[in-house]
């Protein structure tokens, strides 16, 4: 079972880029995924919105992978 902010971030990514949340995996990265700096960054607020935690963006990048993000996430909750 995945942990709770790594499921959010994965259906908040499948939304976003408009790809199955079934055909994401925590290895894969936001770059893999063909995400902008643009569209992980109003991804990552809404995560920060939603999960009512606050992190500096700038610590990540596109090329983190969605299961350090979700850990990066967890850390700051």
Known sequence: MKQP???TLINAISHSAGIPANAINP???????????????QLLSQMQDQLGIKADL????????IGE????????A
């Open 5 to 7: 902010i790594e499921s």
């Open 58 to 65: 700038s610590e990540l990048s596109t090329s983190n992978t």
């Open 27 to 41: 290895a894969q990265s936001l770059d893999d995924l063909g995400m902008t700096s643009i569209l992980a960054v």
């Open 69 to 76: 993000i979700a850990s990066y996430l967890e850390s700051k």
